[in-house]
């Protein structure tokens, strides 16, 4: 029987940090400068302190401070074998077992912050943001829409990892309020568009990669190498205008309808945490081209749901439950793919899914798919009822690996639909 990790810190049974995760982010605390830490429990440590008292003075770690910096870039770019060290020196010392840190209450009361105290930053500062289209289910359930069921997927779909380049200057931090975007829509019985606040909010559940080490340009990452370049996992949501997207999206794809806002969780959770969820890879047919093969690919068994609040309800509902294992294309195809005509990724570059829907009802991954493009509206506990999403919703996702007696979760993401600005 496994027995999860003990802590000197109290971590509660349902807690997303426990000593087995220990996610990275950067964070502020009331007085200085942004800094790296990680949380476990309630609490953040503080990796900056430690990193100043020699903790980390070892062969692979012994850079110049990589965590006194107001984003991850620097570590990312050290590589998995740093990573796995500092991993090691972070576990051991939160032990309930080791004295070094436990036992010093001055160290103690200088490295950690409860969390509700400090401020969360974006993790990194993020180059370059692409976002693939990955769930079979939410390909499909779009193009159905789209298109009918006949021509549902387009004929490249299960040949390659559809994606397109995103926009990184509109990445923010959980907790950060989104408004609702002006654009162009063309109602379907007008000859000409019309310009306005869009009418069609959406969100998109998604969870997103954040590169660690870069590959040079013109030389492409291949499959069986591709985790040497990932350093961890985010929650994303990919905050959508479905009506500017319905009149702007041929022939090149998404581009006002997305780059208004895109929302990241704080709290990279790394592959090493995430190993012992790994499962096998669902069936490919048709098997992928040699590039996107390798023989151990695999993807992970992360829990996901999102949840609407109203402005007038009193707790919120879920509204979205689905799997990280509902998506076709793993990451390290993604990668793969992304890389093979010579793109060069650097530290820091956020690789999305796309929505990742399921097969059921539930598992809809947003709004354009759970009201079937507003044809059967959601009722709410509270009676209320949503095509779209309305200004004052604050919507929320989740996500978590289940161990056998802890977990390892991401936090959440989350943000409010504010009104448009009056013009
Ligand atoms: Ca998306």
Same mark, same amino acid.
């Given at each position: ?310 402005? =007038?309800?009193?707790? $919120?509902?879920?509204?979205? &439950?689905?799997?990280?294992?509902? !998506?076709? #294309?793993?990451? /390290?195809?993604? %990668? ?18 796309? =929505?990742?829907?399921? $097969?059921?009802?539930?598992? &809809?991954?947003?709004?354009?798919? !759970?009201? #079937?493009?507003? /044809?059967?509206? %959601? ?27 802890? &977990? ?16």
């Amino acid at each position: 029987m496994f027995t999860p990790l003990r802590s000197f810190i109290d971590v509660a049974p349902d807690s997303h940090f426990p000593l087995e995760n220990l996610p990275y982010g950067v964070f502020r605390p009331a007085q200085g400068n942004a800094r790296v830490g990680v949380a476990i429990g309630a609490l953040v440590l503080d990796l900056s302190v430690l990193e100043e008292q020699g903790t980390f003075r070892t062969p692979e770690l012994s850079k110049s401070a990589v965590f006194a910096q107001d984003s991850l870039n620097s570590f990312l770019s050290l590589g998995r074998p740093a990573w796995r060290r500092a991993r090691e020196i972070i576990q051991h010392l939160l032990a309930a077992e080791t004295p070094e840190l436990r036992d010093n209450a001055g160290l103690r009361d200088h490295a950690f912050h409860q969390q509700r105290d400090v401020t969360m930053h974006l993790p990194a500062h993020i180059g370059d943001y692409t976002d693939f289209y990955s769930s079979y289910h939410h390909a499909h359930n779009v193009g159905t829409m789209l298109r009918g069921p006949e021509n549902a997927l387009m004929p490249n779909w299960k040949w390659l990892p559809v994606g397109y380049h995103g926009r990184s200057s509109s990445l923010v931090v959980s907790g950060t309020d989104v408004r609702r975007p002006y654009g162009q829509t063309k109602p379907p019985d007008a000859d000409a568009p019309i310009f306005g606040p869009s009418r069609s909010f959406d969100y998109e559940l998604e969870m997103a990669f954040l590169i660690g080490p870069g590959n040079g340009l013109g030389e492409p990452v291949p499959i069986e190498r591709a985790d040497e370049h990932i350093f961890g996992m985010v929650l994303m949501n990919d905050w959508s205008a479905r009506d500017v997207q319905a009149w702007e999206y041929q022939p090149l794809g998404p581009f006002l309808a997305k780059n208004f806002c895109t929302s990241i969780s704080p709290w990279v959770v790394t592959l090493d945490a995430l190993a012992p969820f790994r499962k096998p890879l669902p069936p490919q047919e048709p098997e992928p081209l040699p590039y996107l093969r390798a023989p151990n690919d695999s993807t992970f068994d992360i829990q996901l749901e999102a949840q609407l609040q109203t402005a =007038t309800m009193v707790a $919120p509902h879920v509204i979205t &439950r689905t799997n990280f294992q509902n !998506l076709y #294309w793993s990451i /390290a195809q993604q %990668l793969a793919h992304h890389t093979v005509g010579g793109c060069n990724l650097q530290p820091g570059d956020l690789l999305a899914s796309g =929505t990742i829907s399921g $097969p059921s009802e539930e598992s &809809r991954g947003c709004m354009l798919e !759970l009201t #079937w493009r507003g /044809a059967n509206p %959601l009722t709410l506990p509270n009676g209320e009822t949503r095509k779209w999403l309305e200004d004052g919703d604050a919507l929320t996702i989740r996500g978590w690996a289940e161990g056998d007696g802890y &977990r390892v979760g991401f936090g959440e993401v989350s943000g409010r639909v504010l009104p448009a600005i009056t013009r």
